[in-house]
């Protein structure tokens, strides 16, 4: 009997290039705080250079600075205060990079470290900065090994966890595979260290809110986002078009064996319709500032004409945004159904809200554009979307 999934998912594999492979607190530190496993870290280096050797470029992004720091300041991994969790981190994450650093050489390659907070990759310019470095990096043949830049982030500029942070750089880098090496070996139906019936789910075509209640249901022993962050990273990466693979880290060869089309790990399936790296950003990398409400006449020709959104079609805005800021498009009928960059500010669109373009430089005393959000700069998010449930 022919595996369709099987087969569709060995055509997609067949032509990838650009690897993300995740790597977790969990796979590089031994489970009693004893350190990092350093047998686990070098098997990981020679896989990396295989995937070298086979013409793949390979981008790391690894956890594993506060578990490293906390070791040697002597607290506890977990449950740490934020300064305290930076302070660990940045112990830590000298000797992650050694650590990557010596694997890597032994294997003839070298290392480029890149520490990123949300904050630069919400910015256009940081991002385009970060990707031109990173090919840079790529053209010199290094491996970039990526990491929260724990020390400066604190909440409302943290990604949250490095499954988040792994997903933002399958665009940053245009990736076309991200793999989350985890200490288990996908994703299960319910917890399989509680539940003898759970089973392993192969592939997922779709992360709708059945694939997440089984990811609530699972586990993973140390990492910070769990399952259910690997499985939302995995959307994110669907959405620009990138398969995932979550696979057992710590199982020798296995990152290089499902690469070569061994069926192990959950594998799940990109969008057909995958959105551009412009528009990914937006819809994943920028914070909303806003929300503008919109007539139905607005809303069809924004969902079924591919029209911009123009002052016309506005009733409401709520929040207040500068120009340039990410806000979400509402309909009362439809809800939520895109974001996008607005032209102007809140302020502004307050006081054109409801008037055709042409009256806009007589409110304003100036007009910047006709439209108040262009159409190249507004993404749809799409229905099974599980963040927009
Ligand atoms: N950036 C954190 C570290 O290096 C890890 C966050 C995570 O485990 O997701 O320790």
């Not at 694939?211 to 586990?219: E, N, P, Q, R, Y």
């Not at 690997?230 to 499902?258: C, M, P, Q, W, Y």
């Amino acid at each position: 009997m022919i595996d369709n999934n099987l087969t569709r998912r060995n055509e997609l594999l067949s032509s990838v290039n650009r690897i993300v492979v995740k790597v977790g607190s969990g796979v590089l530190t031994e489970e009693n705080h004893q350190g990092v496993n350093k047998e686990v870290v070098s098997q990981i280096a020679s896989q990396v250079s295989t995937l070298s050797k086979m013409g793949k470029q390979v981008a790391i992004v690894s956890s594993g600075s506060v578990a490293i720091g906390s070791r040697v300041l002597q607290v506890p991994r977990h449950g740490l205060s934020i300064p305290v969790k930076q302070a660990a981190a940045s112990l830590g994450q000298g000797s992650l990079i050694s650590l990557w650093g010596q694997a890597l050489n032994t294997e003839g390659l070298r290392v480029g470290q890149i520490l990123l907070t949300h904050d630069d990759l919400a910015n256009r310019r940081r991002f385009l900065n970060s990707r031109n470095t990173i090919n840079t990096l790529f053209d010199f043949n290094v491996i970039p090994v990526i990491n929260e830049n724990d020390t400066v982030a604190v909440h409302e500029i943290k990604f949250g966890d490095n499954d988040t942070l792994s997903a933002r750089i399958t665009n940053l880098v245009e990736a076309d595979l991200l793999t989350i090496l985890s200490d288990v070996d996908g994703l299960y139906t319910s917890d399989p260290r509680l539940d003898t019936m759970a089973k392993k789910v192969a592939y997922v075509d779709d992360v709708n809110s059945s694939i997440l209640a089984m990811a609530k249901d699972s586990s993973t022993k140390t990492g910070l986002g769990g399952m259910v962050s690997k499985v939302n990273a995995a959307s994110e990466a669907a959405r620009f078009g990138v398969s995932t693979i979550i696979l057992h880290g710590t199982k020798k060869g296995s990152l290089v064996d499902a690469i070569k089309g061994k069926p192990i790990g959950t594998f799940f399936f990109p969008h057909d319709d995958r959105i551009s790296s412009k528009l990914h950003w937006i819809e994943f990398s920028l914070k909303t500032s806003g929300i503008i409400h919109v007539d139905d006449g607005a809303c069809e020709a924004l969902l079924k004409k591919g029209k911009s959104l123009l002052a016309s079609g506005i009733t409401l805005i709520e929040g207040e945004f500068e120009s340039g800021e990410a806000v979400e498009i509402c309909n009362k009928e439809v809800g939520i159904f895109a974001k996008g960059l607005c032209n102007y500010h809140s302020f502004e669109a307050q006081q054109i809200k409801g008037h055709k373009s042409t009256e806009i430089e007589n409110i304003l005393g100036y007009k910047f554009y006709d439209e108040v959000m262009h159409r190249n700069d507004i993404v749809f998010f799409q229905k099974s979307d599980p963040s927009k449930d």
